[in-house]
């Protein structure tokens, strides 16, 4: 997986191991059958939160829990808890979420997310209900399966065919990528197709070009600290958000719109631990992930995830998208600081309907949540919480918003709030929110 998530600042791209078995510079073929056998696994489970409403739409319910508890503190800054918000993106998705409880928090309206002081021996959480609207997954599996096997069976669309609200996403490739990545990615695919890149769809270049860069080209290689694109072209190892940012500019350099998504995969059964310098993040039912969506007209955008296989077999929860890529060399440093002046276990949970209603359900009570906490955290008895009170419990709905741009502390690594945790300085992030977590048209 990737960044995005938790106490901020994330210089830690947790990446998400790839989901897929094929050998660096393996055929696309063979990936393809995998794919499909994943899928029908996967679908099973996935079955359990995706419901269809209609022909055209899949509804994702989910439940994401995130508390941290804090055993020592050198930082008296307020930070911010990864809050998932409601978002938009035409002809990709819609979610919505709404806050179930919050014990111990603030919401802040501008930033549009949880805030707290990071003390010693501090307790806090939030619950809250995500349904994320996406194109049925199988249809989308079913593009991508078209698109490898036969790159060229779609026409490709000149950049004026694309609606103004996509074009903002279209900008002029990193010169690195144009040089180097370029070629080699021509290379390849007039090996494996017998043909030239120029005579393909958008669609087959999108397709082929995640293939390439996620198994080809870049060896998937975890890192806690975000690599600029620089690096990872020099060193040709990476993982989920640094893959992503080098297959945002490849498509970008054939006209085609791309953004990095952040957030949460659900995988029922992955339970993964992460620490990053003195904390520890806990992820139930999947982790903190980056991948990328590209815009296809006539199709919208579609999920290139060939590693953890969000909106293609697992269900996403989304932290935020947008068309950044550059990774601030000091940022990092800040964040690492920050972990570096709290001792403290940050716990993420995701749920099914069936797996809240044994968890918790309905009403969501203080006990329930803070048993949840202790369980899930692996500790006892901490905060000595006491029954909730008009001053301890918040519960709020998370208002309407719009999404056109991510820019995560920077976008220190699209996954600062996905890979490190979600706890991120107000005091960077408390810019125009295409900076930050998110209000109005950015995220």
């Known amino acids: 997986m990737s960044s995005g998530g938790s106490i901020s600042s994330r210089p830690q791209s947790t990446s998400m191991k790839p989901m897929s078995v094929t050998k660096k510079g393996g055929s696309p073929f063979v990936f393809l059958t995998l794919m499909v056998i994943a899928f029908l696994l996967h679908s ?15 509804r994702i319910t989910l439940y994401f829990f995130n508390g941290i508890v804090v055993y020592d503190s050198s930082t008296n800054k307020t930070l911010v808890l990864e809050t998932p918000a409601n978002l938009t993106l ?8 709404v806050t179930l409880l919050s ?36 249809q989308t599996l079913a593009l991508i399966k078209r698109a490898l096997r036969e790159p060229a069976s779609m026409p490709k669309p000149s950049s004026q065919e694309l609606p103004e609200v996509v074009r903002e996403y279209l900008r002029g490739p990193h010169p690195k990528v144009v040089e180097v990545v370029k070629p080699e990615y021509e290379k390849w695919f007039r ?24 198994f080809v080209y870049i060896e998937y290689d975890p890192s806690g600290i975000p690599r600029s694109i620089e690096q990872v072209i020099e060193s040709r190892q990476g993982d989920c958000d640094d893959m992503s940012r080098i297959l945002v500019e490849l498509l970008n350099a054939y006209e085609i719109p791309a953004i990095m998504v952040g957030g949460h995969t659900y995988i029922q059964g992955l339970n993964l631990t992460q620490p990053i310098e003195n904390v520890t993040y806990k992820y139930v ?16 955008w579609i999920s290139l995830d060939f590693l953890a296989r969000s909106l293609l077999a697992n269900p996403f929860v989304f932290e935020g998208y947008g068309r950044e890529t550059r990774v601030e060399g000091e940022l990092v440093e800040e964040v690492l600081r920050l972990h570096r002046s709290l001792n403290a276990t940050q716990a993420f949970v ?6 809240f209603e044994k968890m918790l359900g309905e009403p969501v009570t203080l006990g329930k949540a803070m048993r949840l906490f202790q369980q899930v955290a692996g500790v006892e008895g901490v905060g000595g919480l006491k029954e909730p009170t008009a001053t301890t419990l ?6 309407t918003t719009r999404s056109e741009a991510w820019q995560v502390l920077g976008f220190v690594a699209v996954l600062v709030p996905a890979v490190t945790a979600s ?3 107000i005091k960077r992030i408390a810019l125009p929110r295409k900076h930050g977590l998110k209000t109005g048209k950015a995220y």
């Open 394 to 399: 918040q519960v709020e709905e998370v208002a």
């Open 285 to 300: 039912n999947g982790g903190p992930h980056a991948f990328v969506m590209a815009y296809v007209p006539g199709e919208g």
């Open 103 to 138: 014990y111990n928090l603030l919401f802040n309206e501008t930033l549009r997310a949880f805030t707290f002081n990071a003390t010693e021996g501090y307790v806090g959480f939030f619950v809250c209900r995500v349904e994320v609207y996406v194109r049925p997954m199988s």
């Open 191 to 214: 090996k494996v197709y017998g043909r030239s890149v120029d005579e393909v769809g958008s669609l087959g270049v999108a397709a082929t070009a995640a293939y390439f860069a996620y």
């Open 90 to 97: 035409e002809e990709g998705f819609e979610q919505r979420v």
């Open 423 to 425: 706890a991120v300085l």
């Open 44 to 58: 099973v489970l996935a079955s359990a939160v995706v419901a269809a409403v209609d022909r055209d739409v899949d």
């Open 350 to 355: 995701l749920m099914s309907e069936g797996e």
